[in-house]
């Protein structure tokens, strides 16, 4: 593993899946998101260097508590104490939960057709894309609010993707371009439609999009247990594994 990448990597997916509030304190991002994803409501290392969380969690279960959110730790396996840490909240009762793993390739123009006629593009997440992923996520209505908070605090160049069939929306994902890097994002398909190459040409729309931004490599990440996820990815050539993480919860809240 490529340790600069890692973080740049790291750095990215942050930025592409903003807070609604954070706080920097010491060596570490406190994200706040009013309870929506783990990662915007979590704690985050900000370099690898980082061999202890112990002297902060009393700080950061009250500003979570302040916030009337559980204490959630995120730890990258790129950190350099990731083991000690992980010791230190087995001793405070933090349970383990949501392995994720962080997957990159390289983006080659050439391998890219330009975006197919069912696809859509748009700058910011308007009425109808933020009404489709709501509808294909089942969110509930507070959670569809404060998803479109989150994606229009997206402050640098995004796509949002919609593939229309019949002239409804059945499939959905976006990208931020980062620096050279593209991360996806909210890659969602109709659960009736699935298997049917959905996902992979929005896919192929997206990599065009980051390629036309400047980009030259793409990332995302993705629960480790999520079979059909892995394996479209896979499929797409997302065969280097940069690193992995978990989140560590409190068993106070």
Request: aromatic fraction near 8%; hydrophobic fraction near 45%.
């Amino acid at each position: 593993m490529d340790p600069a990448l890692a973080w740049q990597v790291e750095q990215a997916c942050l930025n592409a899946w903003p807070s609604l509030r954070s706080a920097l304190i010491g060596d570490w991002l406190l994200r706040f998101g009013d309870g929506v994803s783990r990662r915007i409501n979590s704690a985050n290392p900000l370099h690898s260097g980082i061999t202890t969380i112990a002297p902060q969690l009393d700080v950061f279960d009250r500003l979570y508590r302040a916030h009337r959110l559980p204490l959630i730790v995120r730890v990258p396996s790129l950190l350099a104490g990731a083991t000690q840490i992980h010791r230190e909240l087995d001793q405070r009762g933090f349970g383990c939960e949501g392995e994720a793993c962080t997957l990159y390739r390289d983006l080659v123009p050439e391998s890219f057709a330009a975006t197919a006629p069912e696809v859509t593009i748009t700058s910011r997440a308007d009425a109808e894309w933020l009404a489709a992923i709501a509808r294909l996520q089942a969110q509930s209505p507070s959670h569809a609010s404060v998803y479109a908070r989150v994606v229009d605090a997206i402050a640098l160049p995004a796509g949002f993707l919609a593939l229309h069939r019949d002239g409804v929306i059945v499939a959905t994902a976006y990208g931020v371009v980062s620096g050279d890097l593209l991360v996806v994002e909210s890659v969602v398909v109709d659960a009736a439609l699935r298997g049917q190459g959905l996902g992979r040409r929005l896919m192929q729309a997206l990599f065009a999009w980051g390629i036309s931004n400047g980009a030259k490599d793409v990332c995302l990440q993705v629960v480790a247990d999520n079979k059909a996820g892995r394996a479209l990815y896979a499929s797409l050539g997302f065969d280097h594994e940069l690193y992995r993480y978990n989140y560590r919860r409190s068993a106070q809240n």
